[in-house]
């Protein structure tokens, strides 16, 4: 399992949240998968309360499931918890882009246009896994520009189930017309333009659409 620095005042049910929401989506923790908590306990140098509550938090949405007396197990791929998480982000997104087009501040605009410039750069060297990071830090920005992040926060525990899909199916032809949109996004945003940015963003949030049959064929074993 992969762990990440904890953040400072991150509470370790927060952090256990995090880092084990993160290995679903990496699929370190594939569908189908035991956790113990007492394994990730000591992975995480927590208690064992901390990471329970993580799972249990995790179970409210339906990525963990908990068995009583027997242990946790990463739920298999459910593609309509898949669609709905598709649906409720492309709601948000749409709604949060205008807002930022109509009243971003000049540092909002710096720090997504310096996340462009790393898109561009990991894009040019081949790097899929870190252009995914930096395409999800992207929309984070939006969030925090348009005074959102208790949406953004909202969003994130449930489109868990997206963005593993998602992480199954990116390509590099995919990337490019991803960083291409978020280029327009971003034009309109500093242009102050939110019509522009809303389409764009539309746009952008219908290439997310990801093939089931597809996904089913390459990773079987992901599905119950």
């Given amino acids: 399992m992969f762990l990440e620095a904890k953040y400072p005042h991150e509470s370790g049910r927060d952090y256990a949240v995090r880092v084990i929401r993160d290995n679903i989506i990496s699929l370190d923790l594939e ?13 995480m140098n927590l208690s064992r309360t901390p990471v329970r509550e993580a799972l249990l938090e995790l179970a409210k949405v339906k990525i963990v499931e908990i068995y009583p007396q027997r242990g ?15 649906f409720v982000r492309s709601i948000l997104e749409v709604a949060v882009v205008q807002i930022v087009a109509e009243k ?4 909002d605009i710096k720090k997504i246009s310096d996340n462009m410039d790393l898109q561009e750069f990991y894009l040019e060297h081949d790097a899929p896994e870190k252009f995914l990071s930096l395409d999800n830090e992207f929309h984070r920005l939006l ?82």
């Fill in 31 to 43: 569908p189908g998968s035991p956790i113990s908590d007492r394994e990730l306990a000591a992975e």
């Fill in 72 to 86: 946790s197990v990463v739920v298999w791929i459910d593609y309509n918890l898949v669609e709905e998480a598709q």
């Fill in 104 to 107: 971003a501040a000049e540092a």
């Fill in 143 to 224: 969030f925090e520009a348009a005074g959102r992040m208790q949406a953004y926060e909202m969003m994130q525990s449930m489109t868990v189930h997206f963005d593993r899909v998602r992480s199954m199916a990116v390509s590099s032809v995919k990337e490019q017309k991803w960083m291409a949109d978020h280029r327009k996004i971003l034009d309109a945003v500093k242009n102050h333009d939110p019509e522009t940015a809303k389409q764009w963003m539309e746009k952008h949030m219908s290439r997310y659409q990801v093939d089931e049959s597809a996904v089913r064929a390459k990773y079987p074993q992901y599905f119950k």
